[in-house]
């Protein structure tokens, strides 16, 4: 019984959460597209070029570690 409980419990709590990310996206695409500024789409391309800027960077780290984990444990 307390198992089944916990699950139900794991669900509702999932429900919420989605909830609210579902809520938190339709406020941000609502906000996006109020924007009618002509440069929309240069901010749109620049917020692109930093998050492949920000995951390019994050694979390097993650590679030099990978090939490397004694020198970044030791420093």
Do not use: E, H, W
Request: aromatic content about 6%; charged content about 15%; hydrophobic content about 55%.
């Amino acid at each position: 019984m307390p198992f089944a409980l916990t699950g139900v419990l794991f669900v509702l709590i999932s429900a919420a959460a989605s909830l609210n990310l579902l809520q938190m996206d339709a406020r941000m695409a609502s906000a996006m597209a109020k924007d009618t500024d002509i440069n929309a789409a240069d901010t749109a391309l620049l917020y692109a070029r930093a998050d492949l800027a920000r995951i390019v960077v994050f694979t390097s780290t993650a590679q030099s570690i990978n090939s490397n984990p004694k020198k970044v444990i030791c420093s």
